[in-house]
Nanobody
Framework: QVQLVESGGGLVQPGGSLRLSCAAS????????MGWYRQAPGKQRELVAGITSDGSTNYADSVKGRFTISRDNAKKTVYLQMNSLKPDDTAVYFCNADIRTSILSRIVSWGQGTQVTVSS
């Protein structure tokens, strides 16, 4: 089994910053792409940022220039640095990872989510 655990969410004022972390554990041979998604009340879950195993990144237009995704393969962890936060960033944030549990087997794993609230 593979488990992803997010941390770092909380309440911040507009313009503030947070850093989310997501650590993977369990039966892991290697980790491919990792990403962050978010879901606001009444809205569909959307991709916020993704990072490939070689470090290539992509971002939703709404967060470009404000958020940075990174990873530490030794720690099996993906991060999301969020700056200049806006009320519209309020959502539950989920991490995601494409994990190989063996040379030929892979699973897509999701974390439990962490709440980010941006409010005055």
């Amino acid at each position: 089994q593979v488990q992803l655990v997010e941390s770092g969410g909380g309440l911040v004022q507009p313009g503030g910053s947070l850093r989310l972390s997501c650590a993977a554990s369990g039966i892991i041979f290697s980790i491919g792409a990792m990403g962050w998604y978010r879901q606001a009340p009444g809205k569909q879950r959307e991709l916020v940022a993704g990072i490939t195993s070689d470090g290539s990144t992509n971002y939703a237009d709404s967060v470009k220039g404000r958020f940075t995704i990174s990873r530490d393969n030794a720690k099996k962890t993906v991060y999301l640095q969020m700056n200049s936060l806006k009320p519209d960033d309020t959502a539950v944030y989920f991490c995601n990872a494409d994990i190989r549990t063996s040379i030929l087997s892979r699973i897509v794993s999701w974390g439990q989510g962490t709440q980010v609230t941006v409010s005055s």
